[in-house]
């Protein structure tokens, strides 16, 4: 079964697409997360600056929310394209599979 799988030319799309958009994602995120403690260190008074001249808020408070949310959203990404393009193409190697076992 397994020799079938790793045969299919769709496996190793499969593989080589999940492998790229991950890499993608992950480089986002480590440049977002380094780039923002790298303001932490060399650019404190940015990020100690306030938003507005009446707020409590400031840069880095806000900056800081800011990844959390495009981080979250960056999951939904992988997770919808997980869900749809890489488990439609998943199942289509698993049925060929079985059609070649029997």
């Known amino acids: 079964m397994y020799a079938h799988i ?15 958009f991950a890499t993608i994602l992950s480089a986002i995120v480590l440049t977002i997360f380094y780039g ?13 600056s306030r938003l507005s001249g009446t707020s409590n808020l400031t840069f880095g408070v806000a900056a800081g929310l800011f990844q959390f949310i495009f981080f979250w959203v960056l999951t939904l990404v992988y997770v919808r394209r997980a869900n749809g393009e890489f488990d439609d193409i998943n199942n289509e190697i698993v049925r ?3 059609k070649d076992e029997k």
């Open 6 to 20: 790793r045969r299919n030319p769709r496996f190793t799309e499969l593989v080589s697409k999940r492998t790229r």
């Open 36 to 48: 923002f403690v790298l303001l932490v260190a060399f650019a404190p008074d940015l990020i100690g």
């Open 96 to 98: 060929a599979a079985w």
